[in-house]
């Protein structure tokens, strides 16, 4: 059934021209140049195909469009230049604004919330995740049909007609909203409780999962990728076809692992997102391992990695997880700037500096990574029946084999292993 309030993809057709616009309204300290470059990217991972930005300074934000009479000209000038269909402002807009700026532009305005609705909506990867996006979108525009309504609600008054037919319709397609919801609110819950079945299954596997995680444009798909197509890694076609952004690896002293890439992250997460946010970060929330990837190249780098642990610990991650910094795009800086980054790296244990473009500094981190997921690994004398393929096929699998001899009917085996791994063995 359709209810007329389901996601509109055809407003955001592959390849659509448009226009990115930054509205500083001061108070922030990042840089407005890059402020737009990422606004782009986001814009890009929709489809769409940005042909101009606009970053303005905005002194007295308006009610009406936010942005000043003759800004609102210059953008509907660089819309008709550049044939945009589509102009996306890295703000928060109220329906009203929205509204005026499509009115006065002629072009489908989207706002930040908007966009990232849209970037989760293409980026659930889960059926969790797709109904949480999709409570999250109706409940935003259930908020724009409530507020505009009153909006005009207001107006009509002031000419002294109070009711008429657009009222009735709004009430229809307000409840229309609200059936989904509870549709989808009933149909997440059995999720929920399915995929809680499912997890169990697979934290009784031995598997620790690492999961990538960075702010958007980091470098974490570039990475999971040089990790995943590299000699060291085995890629793993059944989880391939399951999810593509989960990979099963080894690493040295591991022989299986799950490795997870995620959506980008991003400042100022709007907080009625924060569920559908978590449901497409389930791998994240009980990863055994967090590495965190960071454009070290951005100039603001430091406030991007607030931002992200900011947003961890909104969707609930544990301080206590172990996490990893790794340093990206070393191959941008300068010899001055490389030197000085690498001095701090020396320093610490829980970063690692490399360049998932090159691939300069990833086996440091892949050594690193595995160190500290073995860290607690124990070396244990094994005996076992020669003939005991499966227990031999057991260490092999759980813990690294370091020496084997048979010895007439016995085989003697070196291994080191979690003691939690060993206890297991042990009771078999
Ligand atoms: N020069 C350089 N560019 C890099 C490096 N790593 C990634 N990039 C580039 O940075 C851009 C973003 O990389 P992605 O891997 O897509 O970043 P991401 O973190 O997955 O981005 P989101 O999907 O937005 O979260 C791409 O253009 C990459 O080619 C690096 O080490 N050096």
Do not use: C
């Amino acid at each position: 059934m359709s209810t007329g309030f389901e996601r509109d993809r055809g407003e955001f057709t592959r390849g659509a021209r448009a226009i990115v616009v930054y509205p500083d309204l001061g108070g922030s300290s990042r840089d407005a140049d890059a402020r737009l470059e990422e606004t782009a990217g986001l814009a890009e991972a929709i489809g769409v195909t940005v042909v101009g930005r606009e970053a303005f300074r905005v002194r007295t934000p308006r009610a009406a469009t936010l942005i000043g009479a003759g800004q609102v000209e210059t953008i509907a000038t660089l819309v008709r230049m550049e044939d945009a269909a589509l102009v996306v402002f890295d703000a928060g807009l109220t329906p009203i604004q929205q509204r005026n700026l499509e009115t006065a532009l002629e072009a489908k305005v989207i706002d930040r919330t908007g966009l990232i609705l849209e970037i989760f909506g293409e980026r659930a990867a889960t059926a969790e995740g797709r109904l949480q996006v999709e409570l999250a979108h109706l409940d935003y525009q259930a908020g724009r049909l409530v507020r505009s309504w009153t909006h005009l609600e207001r107006q009509r008054g002031g000419f002294g007609f109070l009711g008429g037919p657009g009222e009735t319709q709004i009430e229809a397609d307000r409840r229309l909203i609200r059936d989904r919801m509870a549709r989808l609110r009933r149909e997440l819950e059995q999720v929920t409780r399915t995929r809680g079945l499912h997890r169990g299954r697979r934290q009784r596997a031995p598997w620790p999962v690492i999961a990538l995680v960075g702010y958007t444009n980091a470098g974490k798909s570039t990475l999971f990728n040089y990790l995943t197509g590299s000699d060291v890694m085995a890629k793993d076609l059944l989880f391939a076809t399951l999810d593509p952004t989960l990979r099963q690896i080894s690493l040295p002293g591991i022989d299986k692992a799950i490795l997870s890439d995620t959506v980008g992250f991003v400042s100022e997460l709007p907080t009625q997102l924060v569920a559908a946010f978590k449901a497409t970060l389930e791998e994240v929330v009980s990863a055994d391992m967090l590495i965190h990837v960071r454009d070290v190249a951005h100039p603001d780098s430091e406030a991007q990695r607030a931002d992200v642990e900011t947003v961890l610990t909104e969707i609930g991650v544990s301080d206590t997880t172990p996490r990893i910094e790794a340093w990206n795009k070393l191959d941008l800086l300068d010899d001055e700037a490389r030197a000085a980054l690498l001095a701090q790296t020396e320093r610490r244990d829980d970063v690692v500096a490399i360049s998932a473009l090159t691939g300069e500094g990833v086996d440091r981190l892949v050594a690193t990574v595995a160190g500290r997921l073995t860290a607690g690994h124990q070396r244990y004398t094994i005996t076992l029946d020669a003939a005991d393929g499966a227990g031999a096929a057991w260490l092999h699998q759980h813990g690294e084999v370091l020496d084997q001899e048979i010895d007439g009917e016995r085989a003697i085996y070196e291994v080191r292993m979690a003691p939690r791994d060993y206890e297991r063995f042990l009771t078999r």
